[in-house]
């Protein structure tokens, strides 16, 4: 299955490459374009390339399943790709901050149509568990979680596929010993159509993924999890991600959409950055990370991988030391 | 190394931990003597406030260390 799956993900990150150099002129061309507001004179850039990952996401996933007859990686590709959707439909026309989380629940019902859900996570210190009650509310919740906190952690130049690298990376080896092959290669999938795109995106950013991208990531973290029964342990790996995200929400006070939110968690001058000195100012890991001092974009983006690979393999530490299986 | 990037440190091993603590718990639970469907759902509920308190309790540390760090911080480029 090694062959199978180093060419469906050098067929994903060569579609990737080749749409990213069609669909970036055309944007150009066309004016879809969006200002990156953390820098001074606030550029535009092409807005949004979540169909140039997306696409060779689902291409990749198709030759996989012709190759090897595993139907996880179609389940996968299906279920991300109803999330993009819906991120596609948010960046055209923006959806409201209450719809949005309820619709992302529906990747979820993509996979339980697909029998790829099996109720029986790993979860650390308890070992295999079995919860035939419980587990369809909290499965429908994850999703939409790691949807909405992949959303959040894309505010800055590369901070969301960096951050996705070290968060992931770690894992590779919890999916070999669990003989998840077919997670494995949609992670494999997802982490070449990503490449691309992440060469782009780092500061100076070329590109801007977009809802599309972001909540198509998230969707697609969260179906692997599900289909390796890994929830748990995914879920330790995106605690940057799960940071962000709830410290936004509880100190707002919930879902509410950017230009909803009176005060923003972080000031700018020349280039740089810090955390809002209102102390009613939202808490973001971006604000957490400049509490003390001004940063740059790009050390902030650093310091925010740096914690991604220290939950990844935290995740994957814990996952071989504290879960029995 | 700054407050700022020791905060958010903080923020991530302690969000593991309390991982960790609510997961210690769940097992307790499940080692218990389970009599019926309304018990465990009853056990399950407790597992899930337990949580839910500790999540909350995890956010007003992080918080406030966040407020102290930031009206105290030098604030200089």
């Keep these: 299955m090694l062959a199978e799956m180093t060419v469906a993900a050098s067929v994903a990150a060569l579609i990737s490459e080749l749409m990213h150099r069609a669909m970036v002129p055309r944007y150009m061309r066309r004016g879809l374009l969006s200002e990156d507001i953390h820098k001074t004179g606030r550029p535009k850039v092409p807005e949004p390339l979540g169909p140039a990952v997306y696409l060779p996401f689902l291409i990749a996933s198709i030759i996989f399943y012709a190759l090897t007859g595993e139907i996880a990686a179609i389940a996968v590709a299906s279920s991300s790709g109803l999330a993009f959707l819906i991120g596609l439909l948010d960046d055209i026309s923006p959806l409201g901050p209450e719809t949005k989380p309820l619709l992302l629940i529906l990747p979820a019902l993509v996979l339980i149509a697909m029998y790829q859900v099996i109720p029986r996570p790993y979860l650390p210190i308890v070992g295999r568990a079995r919860l035939y009650y419980v587990y369809w509310p909290i499965m429908l919740a994850l999703f939409t979680v790691f949807s909405n906190a992949v959303n959040m952690m894309d505010s800055l130049n590369g901070m969301m596929p960096l951050s996705i690298y070290a968060s992931t990376i770690p894992l590779v080896p919890v999916l070999i010993s669990l003989g998840r092959l077919d997670a494995l290669a949609s992670l494999l999938i997802l982490h070449s159509s990503l490449l691309p795109y992440c060469i782009r995106n780092k500061y100076p950013a070329k590109v801007f993924g977009g809802d599309s991208n972001s909540l198509f990531i998230g969707s697609a973290l969260a179906s692997i999890s599900v289909i390796s029964n890994t929830e748990a342990i995914f879920g330790i790996a995106l605690i940057p991600f799960l940071v962000s995200g709830f410290s936004i929400i509880a100190s707002v006070g919930g879902f509410k959409e950017r230009r909803q939110i009176g005060r923003r968690p972080v000031i700018l001058k020349d280039g740089m950055i810090k955390a809002n000195p209102d102390p009613r100012a939202p808490i973001s890991l971006i604000a957490i990370i400049t509490s003390e001092k001004w940063k740059r974009e790009p050390d902030i983006v650093r310091e925010a991988a740096t914690l991604s690979l220290i939950s990844g393999t935290l995740a994957s530490i814990t996952f071989f030391l504290l879960t029995p299986h | ?77």
């Design chain 2, 1 to 77: 190394m700054d407050k700022g990037t020791i905060l958010s440190i903080y923020a991530v091993i302690s969000g593991w931990f309390l991982i960790m603590i609510a997961l210690l718990l769940t097992k307790l639970i499940l080692s218990s003597d389970q009599k019926g469907f309304l018990i465990s759902a009853l056990y399950v509920l407790m597992g899930l406030t337990s949580l839910t308190l500790a999540l909350a309790l995890w956010y007003m540390s992080v918080k406030k260390l966040f407020l102290r760090i930031k009206l105290s911080g030098p604030g200089g480029t």
